[in-house]
Every structure is written in structure tokens, then in C-alpha cells.
């Protein structure tokens, strides 16, 4: 079976500080990995995505993720974060039907 | 370019009421498609997916049924509706080719009262 956790609830960083959203996941063969951002009361755009190759993945609005094998992670990061960067974060494994973690809200203070 | 619509946008129905919320995508042909739950400060659930007209797959068992009239158009349904039903709905679609990232809708909140 496949799923997602995300150990981070709630996460709160400053303006211009650094930022990473740690995601776990179970799966029975190479995974699909997914981080999507949802802004309240909406719906959810997709950041980036690792199918296969570079491990390494850049993405949307200055976002990255690395896939770890070994770690079973798809940690989501960002050098610098903006205000504009307070929303819900969504990580998500599988092919057609997607597995979604439980979310991390990120605050931004200023 | 390709663009997912849901209506109504927010909805308010009475225990017992039917529902019926409407997906559209445009600018693709042959999408899968998928409806997706999201209770309050929870994950997403998936409640039906579809690779085609008519065919319809139930990944939880509930009060909620889905169908696919026509190829870009999903529709979620029930006949009486349950205050757990609340929540808010999200669908999706993918390419159906292979490579399957999924793009969601701006949602349907709705509240059973």
C-alpha cells in the first residue's frame, strides 16, 4: 500500500529565511512524487514533480525537492521564503491514483 | 491551454437534500478524471477516478456516487445527502497518456446542515 507522511503540522519561518517541508512515503516500486501548495479556499497547484532521473527536482516559485531511496523522502525546499509563501503544502505519491499526506501549514513572519 | 471548472463554487444544503456538483475540463481530450474530499484540517481522499465515458471507479465506500456522461465532464452526486458529507470537493484531471500529473479545480465547499 501507498502512502504519505508529512511529520510537520504546522511550521512557522521568517521572511527570508530558509524553509523545509520533510515528506515520507511508502511504495512498492519507483514513486511518483508530488508536492502541491494550497492557499485557503483553494484549490491545489503543483509545484514540482519526480518521475525518474536527476534527483534533484526544481520547481515553481523558487521551490526544490530531493528524492532520497535510501531515506524514503521528497523533502521540499526553499532557499528564501516570501509572505507570499504562506499557504498549506501537500505532498503526494503514486500514478493514477494519488496518496496525499496530511499537510504542513506554513506561516511566514515578518 | 487546458482549465478545469467546478460549480458551485460553495454550497449549503439541508441533511437528506440530493447533490449534484459539476467538473469540466477544456483544451484536452481523453482525460482521466477524479474527485477528491477534503475534510478540515485533513489530507485529500479520493472518492472516484475515471479513464473514460462511463466508466467509473469507487475507491471508498459512502453515501456519494459519480458519473461521466461525456468525455470532459465528471459529475459527483447523492441522493440524500449526510452531515458527514461536508467537507470540501476537489477535482482533477490528468492526460490519461501515461503521465499522469494530476491539475485540480478550484474546489466546491460544501456545508450539510
Known amino acids: 500500500a501507498q502512502s504519505v507522511t508529512q511529520p510537520d503540522i504546522h511550521i512557522t519561518v521568517s521572511e527570508g529565511a530558509s524553509l523545509e517541508l520533510r515528506c515520507n512515503y511508502s511504495?512498492?516500486?519507483?514513486?511518483?512524487l508530488f508536492w502541491y501548495v494550497q492557499s485557503p479556499g483553494q484549490g491545489l497547484q503543483l509545484l514540482l514533480k519526480?518521475?525518474?532521473?536527476?534527483?534533484l527536482v526544481q520547481g515553481i516559485k523558487g521551490f526544490e525537492a530531493e528524492f532520497k531511496r535510501s531515506q524514503s523522502s521528497f523533502n521540499l525546499r526553499k532557499p528564501s521564503v516570501h509572505w507570499s509563501d504562506a499557504a498549506e503544502y501537500f505532498c503526494?505519491?503514486?500514478?493514477?491514483?494519488?496518496?496525499f499526506g496530511a499537510g504542513t501549514t506554513v506561516t511566514v513572519r515578518a | 491551454s487546458q482549465t478545469i471548472h467546478q460549480w458551485p463554487a460553495t454550497l449549503v444544503q439541508p441533511v437528506g437534500s440530493p447533490l449534484s456538483l459539476e467538473c469540466t475540463v477544456e483544451g484536452t481530450s481523453n482525460p482521466n478524471l477524479y474527485w477528491y474530499r477534503q475534510a478540515a484540517g485533513r489530507g485529500l481522499q479520493l472518492l472516484f477516478y475515471?479513464?473514460?465515458?462511463?466508466?467509473i471507479s469507487s475507491e471508498v465506500p459512502q453515501n456519494l456516487s459519480a458519473s461521466r456522461p461525456q468525455d470532459r465532464q465528471f459529475i459527483l452526486s447523492s441522493k440524500k445527502l449526510l452531515l458527514s458529507d461536508s467537507g470540501f470537493y476537489l477535482c482533477?484531471?490528468?492526460?490519461?497518456?501515461?503521465?499522469?500529473?494530476?491539475?485540480f479545480g478550484p474546489g466546491t465547499r460544501l456545508l450539510v446542515l
Open positions: 511504495y512498492g516500486a519507483t514513486p511518483y
Open positions: 475515471s479513464v473514460g465515458i462511463g466508466q
Open positions: 482533477a484531471w490528468s492526460a490519461g497518456t501515461g503521465e499522469e500529473t494530476q491539475y
Open positions: 503526494a505519491v503514486g500514478r493514477y491514483k494519488l496518496s
Open positions: 519526480y518521475f525518474s532521473g536527476d534527483t
